[in-house]
C-alpha cells in the first residue's frame, strides 16, 4: 500500500487555526479515495511560504523522507508547500531524490512543468503581495496610526468601526512607560549616547512588549537602515530596553 505523508500550512496569524485542520481534512479523505495509508502528517502555522529554511514542519518532512518514511506527499496545492520559486524547485528535487512524489488536490502529480510554471506565478504572487502589504502600512500612517508593531511607550487599542471590523494601528500612550521614553530622548539630546548599556542603566525596571527580560534590542534604540524605527530618530518610541533604576 502507498504511504502518503500530509502537508499542510498557514501563512498569516490573522487567518484561523482551523485553516490547517481543514486542509487535513480534505487530503485525508483525497487519500481514502485512492486507498492511501497516511503514515505521517506534517504542518507549519502562521509561517510565510516565501521561505522553507523557517518552517520547522516542511523540514522533518525532509528529513523523514530521506528517511523513505512515506511515498508520496500530499498537500492541498503547491503554494501550500512553497510560493518560493527557488524553494519549490530545491524541494522538488530533494524529494525526487529520496523516491517521494508530489501529489497537491489543486494539480494532480507535481512534475517540472508545474514546478517551472506554478514557481514563477507564485513568486509573481509574492511580489505583488508585498508592493500591496507596503501600500496598505503606509495608507495606515498617513492616517495618523502605527504601521508597526507595538512600541514601547505605548499600549494598543482595540476597537471596531461601524462594520464592526477591527480598527487596526490605533495606540495610547502607556503611563509606566512613557517617563523612559522621555528620559532617552531627553539624555540623547544632552549627547549621552543611545547605546543599550547607558541607556539601560538609566531605565526604570519595565518590561518591554517584545523583548526578553533583561535584554534589548539595539537597532531599536538607536540607528538602522530604517532611521525612522528607532527611538532616537522617531516619536513613536520603539524603545524594546529594560533595565533597572539608578
Known sequence: MTRVALYARYSSDQQSTSSIEDQLRICREQAAREGWQVVGTYKDAAISGSSVTLRPGIQVLLQDAQGRCFDVVLAEALDRISRDQADVATLYKHLQFAGVQIVTLAEGEI?????????TMNALFLKDLAKKTHRGLR????????????????????????????????????????????RVFREFANGISPAPSPIASTATACPAPAAAPGTQRRSAVTSSAAPASSTTHSTSADWSGTGSAT
Open 139 to 182: 495608507g495606515r500612517v498617513e492616517q495618523g496610526r502605527a504601521g508597526g508593531g507595538l512600541c514601547y511607550g505605548y499600549d494598543v487599542v482595540k476597537s471596531l468601526d461601524s462594520r464592526g471590523n477591527p480598527i487596526r494601528g490605533e495606540r495610547t500612550i502607556n503611563a509606566a512607560q512613557a517617563p523612559i521614553v522621555t
Open 111 to 119: 512534475s517540472e512543468l508545474h514546478v517551472g510554471l506554478k514557481g
